[in-house]
Protein backbone atom coordinates (compact mmCIF):
# COMPACT_ATOMS: atom_id res chain seq x y z
CA UNK A 1 0.00 0.00 0.00
CA UNK A 2 1.18 3.48 -1.00
CA UNK A 3 0.48 5.39 2.04
CA UNK A 4 2.33 2.56 4.05
CA UNK A 5 5.07 2.83 2.85
CA UNK A 6 5.61 7.07 2.61
CA UNK A 7 7.32 7.70 5.48
CA UNK A 8 10.56 6.72 4.99
CA UNK A 9 11.03 9.62 3.15
CA UNK A 10 10.72 11.58 5.68
CA UNK A 11 11.72 9.85 9.18
CA UNK A 12 13.67 12.26 10.38
CA UNK A 13 10.51 14.81 10.56
CA UNK A 14 8.52 11.59 11.86
CA UNK A 15 11.70 11.38 14.92
CA UNK A 16 11.06 15.19 15.40
CA UNK A 17 7.70 16.35 15.05
CA UNK A 18 5.80 12.96 16.13
CA UNK A 19 4.80 12.85 20.05
CA UNK A 20 6.20 9.89 21.97
CA UNK A 21 4.08 7.77 24.21
CA UNK A 22 3.52 8.20 28.20
CA UNK A 23 5.15 6.11 30.54
CA UNK A 24 1.85 5.07 32.35
CA UNK A 25 1.16 2.67 28.63
CA UNK A 26 3.78 -0.06 29.96
CA UNK A 27 2.24 -0.51 33.20
CA UNK A 28 -1.64 -0.10 31.61
CA UNK A 29 -0.44 -2.80 28.84
CA UNK A 30 1.34 -5.01 31.28
CA UNK A 31 -1.51 -5.17 34.07
CA UNK A 32 -3.13 -7.65 30.99
CA UNK A 33 -0.69 -10.52 31.12
CA UNK A 34 -0.44 -13.38 33.20
CA UNK A 35 2.57 -13.09 34.51
CA UNK A 36 5.57 -11.16 33.89
CA UNK A 37 5.97 -8.81 30.84
CA UNK A 38 9.54 -9.58 29.66
CA UNK A 39 9.71 -9.74 25.80
CA UNK A 40 7.65 -8.11 23.53
CA UNK A 41 7.26 -7.63 19.73
CA UNK A 42 6.15 -4.33 18.31
CA UNK A 43 4.64 -4.42 14.96
CA UNK A 44 5.46 -1.21 12.58
CA UNK A 45 7.70 0.59 14.89
CA UNK A 46 8.66 3.66 13.19
CA UNK A 47 11.23 5.06 14.60
CA UNK A 48 11.08 3.77 18.33
CA UNK A 49 8.70 6.49 19.56
CA UNK A 50 6.70 3.78 21.51
CA UNK A 51 10.08 1.17 21.78
CA UNK A 52 11.62 3.31 23.98
CA UNK A 53 9.11 3.28 26.27
CA UNK A 54 8.93 0.00 26.72
CA UNK A 55 12.63 -0.76 26.59
CA UNK A 56 13.39 1.85 29.03
CA UNK A 57 10.82 0.27 31.33
CA UNK A 58 13.20 -3.20 30.88
CA UNK A 59 11.40 -4.96 28.54
CA UNK A 60 13.48 -6.27 25.51
CA UNK A 61 11.83 -5.77 22.38
CA UNK A 62 11.79 -6.77 18.96
CA UNK A 63 10.74 -3.62 16.97
CA UNK A 64 9.66 -4.90 13.50
CA UNK A 65 8.83 -2.36 10.67
CA UNK A 66 8.90 -2.51 6.85
CA UNK A 67 10.92 0.77 6.16
CA UNK A 68 14.94 0.50 6.16
CA UNK A 69 15.30 4.73 6.38
CA UNK A 70 12.55 4.59 9.90
CA UNK A 71 14.38 1.68 11.14
CA UNK A 72 17.69 3.42 10.70
CA UNK A 73 16.43 6.43 13.33
CA UNK A 74 14.99 3.43 15.60
CA UNK A 75 18.91 2.33 15.81
CA UNK A 76 20.46 5.11 16.45
CA UNK A 77 17.68 6.45 18.93
CA UNK A 78 17.29 3.29 21.00
CA UNK A 79 20.94 2.67 21.20
CA UNK A 80 21.46 0.97 24.88
CA UNK A 81 18.52 -0.34 24.95
CA UNK A 82 17.60 -4.16 24.77
CA UNK A 83 15.93 -3.45 21.59
CA UNK A 84 16.73 -5.66 18.09
CA UNK A 85 15.52 -4.17 15.31
CA UNK A 86 13.80 -6.42 12.19
CA UNK A 87 12.76 -5.03 8.76
CA UNK A 88 9.77 -6.83 8.65
CA UNK A 89 6.01 -6.10 8.09
CA UNK A 90 3.46 -8.39 10.35
CA UNK A 91 3.35 -10.29 7.31
CA UNK A 92 6.67 -11.00 7.33
CA UNK A 93 7.06 -12.25 10.40
CA UNK A 94 7.45 -16.08 10.96
CA UNK A 95 6.07 -17.17 14.44
CA UNK A 96 7.90 -19.92 14.32
CA UNK A 97 10.88 -18.35 14.46
CA UNK A 98 10.64 -17.22 17.76
CA UNK A 99 9.59 -18.42 20.78
CA UNK A 100 6.59 -16.76 21.87
CA UNK A 101 6.22 -13.26 23.60
CA UNK A 102 5.03 -11.87 26.41
CA UNK A 103 3.54 -9.63 24.36
CA UNK A 104 2.85 -8.01 21.16
CA UNK A 105 1.76 -4.20 20.63
CA UNK A 106 1.57 -1.77 17.89
CA UNK A 107 1.49 2.11 18.52
CA UNK A 108 -0.67 4.10 15.94
CA UNK A 109 0.17 1.25 13.39
CA UNK A 110 -2.16 -1.84 13.49
CA UNK A 111 -4.37 -0.56 10.62
CA UNK A 112 -1.43 -1.36 8.20
CA UNK A 113 -1.70 -4.53 8.67
CA UNK A 114 -3.97 -7.43 6.24
CA UNK A 115 -7.03 -8.42 7.87
CA UNK A 116 -7.34 -12.10 6.55
CA UNK A 117 -4.39 -12.78 8.25
CA UNK A 118 -3.68 -10.44 11.31
CA UNK A 119 -5.16 -11.95 14.05
CA UNK A 120 -3.67 -15.44 13.48
CA UNK A 121 0.17 -13.88 13.14
CA UNK A 122 -0.53 -12.04 16.53
CA UNK A 123 -2.27 -15.02 18.31
CA UNK A 124 0.83 -17.37 17.20
CA UNK A 125 3.31 -14.87 18.21
CA UNK A 126 2.08 -14.18 21.45
CA UNK A 127 2.33 -16.81 24.41
CA UNK A 128 -0.62 -18.23 26.43
CA UNK A 129 -1.50 -15.93 28.94
CA UNK A 130 0.20 -12.70 26.82
CA UNK A 131 -0.77 -9.58 25.97
CA UNK A 132 -1.09 -7.66 22.88
CA UNK A 133 -2.00 -4.15 22.89
CA UNK A 134 -3.07 -1.18 20.45
CA UNK A 135 -3.24 2.17 20.90
CA UNK A 136 -2.98 5.34 18.96
CA UNK A 137 -4.93 8.35 18.30
CA UNK A 138 -5.54 11.31 15.88
CA UNK A 139 -3.63 14.11 16.27
CA UNK A 140 -6.55 16.85 15.57
CA UNK A 141 -6.80 21.36 16.85
CA UNK A 142 -7.93 21.68 19.42
CA UNK A 143 -9.84 25.12 18.34
CA UNK A 144 -12.74 23.64 16.66
CA UNK A 145 -13.70 26.39 14.34
CA UNK A 146 -9.60 26.44 13.39
CA UNK A 147 -10.03 22.91 13.14
CA UNK A 148 -13.17 22.67 10.31
CA UNK A 149 -10.90 25.15 8.22
CA UNK A 150 -8.45 22.85 8.39
CA UNK A 151 -10.79 20.10 7.25
CA UNK A 152 -11.72 21.97 4.46
CA UNK A 153 -8.42 22.94 3.32
CA UNK A 154 -6.42 19.28 3.13
CA UNK A 155 -10.24 18.20 1.86
CA UNK A 156 -8.94 19.74 -1.40
CA UNK A 157 -6.29 18.32 -1.77
CA UNK A 158 -7.15 15.07 -0.04
CA UNK A 159 -10.60 14.00 -0.82
CA UNK A 160 -10.79 10.91 1.20
CA UNK A 161 -9.23 12.80 4.32
CA UNK A 162 -6.00 12.58 6.27
CA UNK A 163 -7.01 9.76 9.22
CA UNK A 164 -6.96 5.73 9.28
CA UNK A 165 -8.79 3.34 10.20
CA UNK A 166 -11.77 5.15 8.98
CA UNK A 167 -14.59 5.73 11.72
CA UNK A 168 -16.09 2.30 13.25
CA UNK A 169 -19.56 1.72 12.58
CA UNK A 170 -22.21 3.33 14.54
CA UNK A 171 -23.07 0.30 16.46
CA UNK A 172 -19.86 -1.28 16.71
CA UNK A 173 -19.31 -2.50 20.27
CA UNK A 174 -15.78 -0.61 20.45
CA UNK A 175 -13.58 1.44 18.33
CA UNK A 176 -10.82 -0.35 15.56
CA UNK A 177 -9.64 -2.67 16.35
CA UNK A 178 -11.46 -3.11 19.86
CA UNK A 179 -14.58 -4.97 17.59
CA UNK A 180 -12.34 -7.14 15.68
CA UNK A 181 -10.43 -8.22 18.93
CA UNK A 182 -13.74 -8.99 20.60
CA UNK A 183 -14.90 -11.57 17.64
CA UNK A 184 -11.37 -13.31 18.05
CA UNK A 185 -12.69 -16.19 20.59
CA UNK A 186 -8.43 -16.87 21.05
CA UNK A 187 -8.27 -13.44 22.60
CA UNK A 188 -10.13 -12.82 26.60
CA UNK A 189 -10.55 -10.06 28.93
CA UNK A 190 -10.53 -7.31 25.73
CA UNK A 191 -10.49 -3.78 27.27
CA UNK A 192 -11.03 -0.16 25.35
CA UNK A 193 -9.60 2.91 27.82
CA UNK A 194 -8.77 6.35 26.72
CA UNK A 195 -5.54 8.29 27.76
CA UNK A 196 -6.05 12.38 27.53
CA UNK A 197 -3.35 14.32 25.65
CA UNK A 198 -2.39 17.84 25.15
CA UNK A 199 0.06 19.94 23.18
CA UNK A 200 1.08 23.00 22.52
CA UNK A 201 2.84 23.56 18.95
CA UNK A 202 4.56 26.28 16.93
CA UNK A 203 2.41 26.93 13.61
CA UNK A 204 5.90 25.72 11.06
CA UNK A 205 6.10 22.31 13.70
CA UNK A 206 2.54 21.38 13.89
CA UNK A 207 2.57 21.77 9.67
CA UNK A 208 6.28 19.94 9.47
CA UNK A 209 3.87 17.01 11.93
CA UNK A 210 1.59 17.23 9.05
CA UNK A 211 3.84 16.29 6.57
CA UNK A 212 4.49 13.00 8.37
CA UNK A 213 0.57 11.82 7.83
CA UNK A 214 0.52 9.40 5.24
CA UNK A 215 -2.19 11.33 3.08
CA UNK A 216 -0.40 14.57 2.97
CA UNK A 217 2.81 12.64 1.90
CA UNK A 218 1.26 10.55 -1.21
CA UNK A 219 0.45 14.02 -2.86
CA UNK A 220 2.21 15.38 -5.63
CA UNK A 221 4.76 17.93 -4.30
CA UNK A 222 2.80 21.36 -5.42
CA UNK A 223 -0.44 20.22 -4.12
CA UNK A 224 1.70 19.75 -0.61
CA UNK A 225 3.15 22.89 -0.66
CA UNK A 226 0.34 24.64 -2.04
CA UNK A 227 -1.62 22.98 1.07
CA UNK A 228 1.21 24.10 3.34
CA UNK A 229 0.73 27.70 2.30
CA UNK A 230 -2.95 28.00 3.15
CA UNK A 231 -2.75 26.36 6.38
CA UNK A 232 0.38 28.70 7.38
CA UNK A 233 -2.36 31.75 5.97
CA UNK A 234 -5.06 30.69 8.51
CA UNK A 235 -3.27 29.13 11.44
CA UNK A 236 -2.44 31.10 14.48
CA UNK A 237 1.58 31.12 15.63
CA UNK A 238 0.56 28.84 17.90
CA UNK A 239 -1.78 25.76 17.98
CA UNK A 240 -3.37 23.70 20.52
CA UNK A 241 -3.37 20.25 19.81
CA UNK A 242 -5.88 17.15 21.13
CA UNK A 243 -3.68 13.64 20.82
CA UNK A 244 -6.03 11.29 23.19
CA UNK A 245 -4.64 7.76 22.67
CA UNK A 246 -7.27 5.35 22.81
CA UNK A 247 -6.03 1.80 24.36
CA UNK A 248 -7.41 -1.84 23.50
CA UNK A 249 -5.44 -4.48 25.02
CA UNK A 250 -6.18 -8.46 25.70
CA UNK A 251 -5.01 -11.83 26.92
CA UNK A 252 -4.27 -14.41 24.44
CA UNK A 253 -6.39 -17.04 25.40
CA UNK A 254 -4.47 -20.76 26.47
CA UNK A 255 -4.16 -22.68 23.15
CA UNK A 256 -6.53 -26.32 23.04
CA UNK A 257 -8.97 -24.33 24.77
CA UNK A 258 -10.05 -22.69 22.17
CA UNK A 259 -7.81 -22.87 18.89
CA UNK A 260 -8.61 -26.74 18.99
Not at 16 to 41: H, K, L, N, Q
Not at 159 to 181: I, K, T, V
Request: with cysteine; aromatic share 8%; proline share 8%.
Amino acid sequence: MERARSFGAVAEDYERFRPGYPDDVVAMVSEVADGPVRRAIEIGAGTGKATRTFAAAGIEVVASDPDADMLGVLRRECAGLPVTAVRAALEELDPLAYEPFDLLYAAAAWHWTAPATRWDLATALVRDGGAVAFFGGPFVLGDDEVAAIEDELIAAYAPDGRHLPPPSPADAPMLFPGDEMLADGRLCDVREREVPRRFTLARADYVRHLDTISAIRILPPADRSALFADLVAVLPERVEVRADLMVHTARRAPRGVIDG
